[in-house]
């Protein structure tokens, strides 16, 4: 037996239909076959009784014998379970033996069977065919109501939740939720049987004594209430103190209007009770008389007590939390038309408001007000709506936050119900799901760590809602903001704002920021004390910013700053600042030198902003280099907090007219989730990345949240915050970013006037967990603070550290990239700064090189379109070098003879790239690359072309531009670009190569210099030293030239250098490629294509959509640039691009697996080699089965560096092998010469 048990442990699954309940007969048919057929019926029917020991049997022969036949039996159980759907196969490990459960099934899906079939039976028949899906749906349906009827009363719960859906589930459905809710409570009743005996056996609990156990594996806990650890709310002596100062605060309330004898005869009859079934809130003498009251007027409610109109009772068949007094909505909206509520004895009550209720013990929103009830109820599933847990004991009832286990309100028991004496939750519906209760120590770090005095004037207002004050210390605040004794303040004030600003500047910072800023300027308001900050890299862009900064206060607030307070710095009193104010009216005062004190607003300021950012910094842990975000949130915080200079009003009250949003405020540093962006995630990657938060978006109504893994601050409403948690408490900042470059553009330059910053509506108030309802346009804008230049991107890599397999240590491996998102529109890339900068280095080139004339559009003429193309370039490691924009002409509308003639350019070949990379190598010369910046634009243009404005540019109506030189897309723009660079170079004496017109040379005194052209990018090389450093000057004076340095990466080529010569290999290009199809996680294939499979044109299915072939195999076709290895195969692949088959499609898989296996494959240019040239060639004679024709291939090597290779198929049928092989030399010599 052992050994049929042997060879059936390899079958998993031994049939292939799955029993789903409808399809029991063909199962129970095939499994029955497969079961006799391997002489194992016998267990199922039983006829295979339990083993039992002979006499001449040893005991250890018998026990293995039985270990089988068990070990048979269980076989057979898993090949039911893994024939068989979920909802079927969580009954079977419960049953004893393969006989067992096969009647078991059997019984079931049998008489299941008979009875829908008799009951079918009796139905009448159809009258049309039309009316079969109607019907067939209808019966589902009956038989679902036919089953629920059919349950034990113990399942009325969960029928009744079956039946209140809408639609209703199928019968499968509700078969699998019915056998799901008896698997529960047989394991809970379990469980609870278990507990009683360990209990039992154990004796008393180690914690009975009160004191929390010390094992070392005990979790740790947290009380709810005081938030010390070591114990929970249920042991915590404050909220026990707390529970009975409430229950003696209300027992004297009754006391006082209750009559003495009353209270002594209610109190005797309670404290005969015993204690182990009283409550941990006794029951008052007010309570106690008015259940009497209540049973003696046998009232038709369904409540033991009637409450008071302050009373809220906890009901968990109320749909919706209800009251009847309309004086306790904080704001509430009427309903038309009114809807009703139905209560136990079958009427129903009008509902005319909904609104928010916000007392000082009780805020809810969404609640019905119905002014015939008579009581207030709140509702449980509204509760459990918002992500509450309610936990009922005997004790009473605590709401909390079932996410965080934050304690959000309390109630008591009275009699047989719950009435909730506490519960805050936030009236905002857009936000988080829990609500939190908001303490005076949290919105102290809410307000950038404001004093405790701000926090209760603000809460004393009603603009930041209910506030627990409770008293708490703040290290940071000591660490930040313990300072000298101050200086005598100044009591002038002025009557106006901006008739007196004050500035400062503050620097250098012994750490730079993201942006490279050391200094922040700020400009202070006398009359309001509000402040604008300014990041600076250097001390002498004052001049810039203050002529903004003026600008800004023109436009936006009709005013001009009458005085200008400064010290003596030397910026102040440069000659361009001081003009600057003179020609705006505005008068200038200095301080005395070395006297300080005498800006004393400015320097107040200073050292309040600097105090805000020590606190700001340590308390979230984060690195130096991000003081300049604490110091633009700093002033953002510092604005909306109330000074008694000002009578207790906040700066940006003063300027704006309106009281700040407070609800937008978040803890700096905290944990927050930015919401990704579709295009930045796959179907299978997180929605949302985990983020620090570092200020507020200053021109969006977002959050600045910074992105570890991809360096950089995302701006966005979509966010989420855990403000208890700080963001370096879970995951360290990265040591630094790379990668840099400034997009801070000056404001006063109107380059782009379509695209002005338009703010969001005021319905795109940011998204977080604990945020109001309202919102002021005014507190979306705030000018305050301007962020100092945001930089590129780097390239996000995966923190998780990863061990790389044994098998691949001697390998290099490529990190996955994050694919950065290119624009498809104007639209979409004007709300970025990155291509809005972009774009503005386009246009700054296209007028510096003199592109264009505008004019009218002369009669007769016509004007072709433009467009933007956005592009990322990427260095060859797949970092970021730069973000281009590029203007391009519609050149499809251009008609020949009209406004173009010739348009071929010749561009470097890329044998020649390799040709010139391997005499490189065996003479040693340095390969240089140069870059020219637009270089299209450099071709002067014969024709007369005239071209529309493009987008982002505003000119008067029925202009357009006469184009002077070539524009990308204009068909004559190549050739244009490479005439008047052959003629440039040629003014250097370098003549076009007769094999390559790309190529140029010059022979001098001290060698020859080489040139390799392709469109704007080009190789420099050869052993003239000084003649390439002379050329490379040369070009830079008649081309607006980028010198890259050492080539390492050219047209997706990727160059190393090394002691024994060049390599060039494609590995991003492979990878990327890879990644595309889908194949980074794939295994790998020791060959480019399968020896035991021929491709032919009629095998496999046809592709319903080609282009994704098409694609991979055009990718293939240049990838083969460094590959000979796979020109072959993808020379087979692309025969059938005009119809691919499946089998085609699974070649160029395998293509692609070979790839993965081979990444850092390529050419390598030896230096040692010859400069021999060597050919072969070959032919393949009617090699294609289905046409019979041949294909050839030949080869060049340079010594021994291979140079060019090719492999075709011929378009004509060889009549002998001779004829082939004559074709094929043919083919290299036209190659050769």
């Keep these: ?109 049998s008489q299941t069977n008979h009875l829908w079939e008799q009951l079918s039976a009796a139905d009448p028949k159809l009258a049309c065919a039309q009316d079969i899906q109607t019907f067939a749906a209808w019966l589902d349906r009956r038989k679902f109501m036919h089953f629920m009827m059919a349950l034990r009363d113990d399942f009325e719960s969960t029928r009744a939740s079956l039946l209140h859906r809408q639609p209703l589930p199928t019968l499968d459905a509700a078969v699998s ?51 010390f650890r070591g114990h929970t709310i249920d042991e915590c002596r404050k909220y026990k103190s707390y529970q009975r100062r409430q229950a003696s605060r209300q027992t004297a309330t009754v006391s006082s209007s209750t009559p003495a004898h009353q209270t002594a005869a209610l109190a005797s009859s309670t404290s005969s009770a015993p204690e182990s079934s009283s409550p941990s809130t006794p029951l008052t003498a007010a309570d106690v008389t008015a259940l009497i009251h209540q049973v003696l007027s046998q009232s038709s409610t369904a409540l033991s007590v009637t409450p008071g109109k302050s009373q809220w009772f906890i009901d968990s068949a109320c749909c919706n939390h209800m009251t009847s007094d309309s004086t306790i909505f904080s704001h509430k909206t009427a309903l038309s038309p009114n809807p009703a509520i139905y209560i136990a004895n079958g009427s129903h009550m009008p509902v005319s408001h909904v609104g ?241 004190q005498q800006n004393g607003r400015a320097e107040r300021k200073h050292r309040h902003i600097l105090d805000t950012v020590r606190a700001l910094l340590i308390s979230a842990s984060i690195p130096e280099r991000f003081w300049g975000e604490a110091a633009l949130t700093a002033v953002y915080t510092i604005n909306r907090v109330p000074s008694p200079t000002i009578q207790n ?43 620090c938060l570092l200020g507020y978006g200053l021109t969006q109504k977002g959050y600045r949240c910074y992105d570890p893994i991809a360096k950089r601050l995302r701006i966005s409403r979509h966010v989420e915050f855990w403000e208890h948690k700080m963001f370096t408490s879970i995951s360290p900042f990265p040591q630094s970013s790379i990668s840099y470059a400034p997009i801070f553009t000056d404001p006063s330059i109107a380059l782009f006037p379509d695209s002005s910053a338009e703010m969001p509506s005021s319905s795109d108030v940011p998204s977080s967990p604990v945020s109001e309802s309202s919102d002021t346009s005014a507190d979306t804008l705030d000018p305050s603070t301007t ?63 003199h592109t264009w004339d505008l004019v009218d559009l002369p009669p007769g003429k016509s004007a072709v379109g433009c467009k933007w193309v956005y592009k990322i370039k990427t260095r060859s490691d797949g970092s970021v070098e730069r973000y281009k924009a590029r203007l391009v002409a519609k050149g499809f509308s251009q008609e020949y003879g009209i406004d173009y003639e010739e348009t071929f350019a010749p561009v470097a070949r890329l044998t020649s790239v390799r040709s010139l990379l391997a005499i490189a190598a065996v003479r040693h010369w340095q390969l240089f690359q140069m ?39 204009l068909k004559q723009a190549p050739r244009a670009w490479f005439a008047k660079f052959s003629c440039v170079v040629a003014q250097q004496g370098f003549t076009p190569s007769a094999y390559d017109s790309a190529l140029f040379f010059r022979t001098t005194g001290a060698g020859i210099i080489l040139i390799l052209l392709y469109v704007d990018d080009m190789i420099i090389t050869g052993d003239d030293l000084s003649g390439i450093r002379d050329l490379q000057h040369f070009l830079s004076q008649n081309f607006e030239m980028k010198d890259l340095g050492q080539l390492n990466y050219f047209l997706g080529l990727e160059v190393t250098f090394g002691s024994d010569g060049y390599y060039l290999s494609q590995a ?63 020379h087979l692949v692309s025969q059938f691009m005009s119809a691919p088959r499946s089998t085609h499609y699974a070649a160029v898989l395998h293509i692609l697996r070979y790839v993965k296996g081979t990444l850092f494959h390529g050419l390598h240019f030896s230096s040692r080699s010859s400069l021999e040239l060597r050919s072969y060639s070959d032919a393949d004679w009617a090699g294609d089965p289905t046409d019979r024709r041949f294909t050839t291939g030949y080869c060049f090597l340079l010594g021994t560096s291979l140079i060019s290779w090719r492999s075709k198929k011929q378009t004509i049928v060889a009549r002998s092998s001779t004829e082939a092989e004559y074709r094929a030399l043919a083919d290299t010599t036209a190659e050769l010469l």
């Design 356 to 596: 928010s209720i916000s007392t000082s013990n009780l805020s809810v929103s969404d609640t019905y007000l119905v002014p015939q009830l008579s009581l207030n109820l709140l509702s449980v599933g509204q509760l459990c709506e918002l992500g509450l847990d309610l936990k009922f004991s005997n004790k009473g009832v605590d709401v909390q936050d079932s996410r965080m286990g934050q304690l959000l309100g309390t109630g008591r028991k009275v009699g047989r119900l719950f009435e909730l004496t506490s519960l805050q939750i936030p009236s905002s519906t857009n936000t988080s799901r829990a609500a939190i209760t908001v303490t005076s120590s949290l919105w102290h770090s809410r307000l950038g760590h404001a004093s405790l005095p701000r926090v209760q004037f603000l809460a004393s207002q009603g603009h930041i809602g209910p506030v627990k004050f409770q008293s708490f210390d703040c290290v940071s605040c000591h660490l930040g903001k313990q300072t000298h004794l101050s200086f005598n303040k100044s009591a002038s004030f002025f009557a106006a704002p901006f008739d007196l600003v004050h500035s400062d500047i503050w620097g250098p910072a012994p750490t730079p920021t993201e942006g490279g800023s050391r200094y922040f300027v700020i400009f202070v308001d006398d009359y309001n004390r509000y402040t604008w900050i300014y990041l600076l890299q250097h001390r002498s862009e004052l001049t810039i910013v203050y002529q903004n900064f003026h600008k800004m206060v023109q436009t936006q607030f009709s005013c001009t700053i009458k005085t200008f307070r400064s010290d003596n710095a030397m910026e102040y009193k440069d000659k361009s600042f001081l003009a600057l104010l003179q020609h705006n009216g505005t008068i200038s005062h200095h301080s005395c030198p070395y006297t300080s």
């Design 931 to 969: 870059d020219v910046k637009n270089a299209l634009l450099n071709g002067d243009l014969a024709e007369e072309v005239y071209m529309h404005p493009p987008p982002g540019y505003a000119y008067p109506p029925h202009t357009v531009f006469r184009l002077r030189r070539a524009l990308y897309d």
């Design 1 to 109: 037996m052992s050994q049929s048990v042997s060879n059936l442990d390899s079958i998993v699954r031994p049939i292939d239909i799955i029993l789903d309940g409808s399809n029991y007969s063909m199962w129970a048919q095939n499994m029955e076959v497969f079961l006799k057929g391997r002489r194992l019926w016998r267990y199922v029917t039983g006829d295979l009784a339990t083993p039992t020991q002979k006499a001449s049997e040893t005991e250890e022969a018998f026990s293995t014998r039985l270990e089988e036949w068990g070990s048979m039996h269980y076989k057979i159980l898993s090949w039911f379970i893994n024939t068989s759907v979920p909802s079927i196969n969580s009954l079977l490990p419960r049953l004893g033996n393969a006989k067992d459960t096969g009647q078991s099934i059997a019984d079931f899906y």
């Design 649 to 691: 009003k906040t700066p940006f009250e003063l300027l704006h007219g309106t009281v700040p949003n407070y609800s937008l405020l978040r803890v700096f540093g905290c944990v927050c989730f930015v919401t990704l962006p579709s295009h930045e995630r796959t179907k299978l990657e997180p929605r949302s990345r985990l983020c």
């Design 1068 to 1130: 991003k290009y492979a990878s990327d490629l890879l990644s595309k199809a889908g194949l980074t996680d794939s295994k790998t294939c020791t060959s480019p294509l399968d020896p035991n499979v021929r491709l032919l044109v009629t095998n496999g299915e046809s592709l319903p959509d080609a282009t994704l072939y098409r694609q991979l195999v055009g990718s293939l076709i240049y990838l083969t640039v460094t590959r000979p290895d796979i020109s072959y195969a993808v």
């Design 787 to 849: 962020s100092e230049p945001i930089q590129v991107p780097a390239l996000r890599q995966s923190t998780r550290v990863r061990a790389h397999p044994s098998h691949l240590q001697d390998f290099h491996c490529y990190y996955a990239l994050a694919t950065l998102h290119e624009p498809h529109s104007y639209r979409e890339a004007s709300a970025d700064p990155l291509w809005q900068k972009a774009m503005s280095d386009e246009l700054e080139a296209l007028t510096k090189t």
């Design 177 to 227: 939720e019915l056998i799901s809710e008896e698997t529960r409570r047989s394991t809970m009743k379990m469980q609870s049987s278990d507990m009683v005996l360990a209990t039992a056996s154990r004796g008393p609990s180690p914690s009975s004594t009160g004191r929390p156990s010390s094992q070392s594996n005990s979790p740790i806990r947290l009380c709810q209430w005081c938030n």
